[in-house]
């Protein structure tokens, strides 16, 4: 099985517990990795409609920490990943969250897998 990736997506949104985290945009670190079956088929055609396109990914992540607040990095996680998987195309989704700027001293974040 194949797999495509993206590390140290960096986007700004205001998430967490405390009323400064949800009031104050931070920055969020994403990566993500994506089974996609077999990429031959893209290889050999060089046509992007045979791949899973990368950009599109991307685009619904930053639409959904631009978006709506939420108190939980787990429920921002989820709705991501059941954004991602609305692509059949996509078998299986690791996504990990960071949040740099949230202590002073060690990065906290959560890493799903769906």
Known sequence: MDSIFVEKLIVKGSHGVSARERKVEQEFEISFKL????????????????AVDYQPIKD??????????YFLIETLAETIAENILKDKRILSLELTIKKPEVWESGVPGLTIVR
């Not at 996609?36 to 045979?50: N, R």
């Not at 619904?60 to 607040?69: D, F, L, N, Q, T």
């Open 35 to 50: 089974a996609v079956g077999d990429t031959s088929v893209a290889a050999k055609s060089q046509k992007l409609k045979d």
């Open 60 to 69: 619904i992540i930053v639409e959904v920490i631009e978006g709506k607040s």
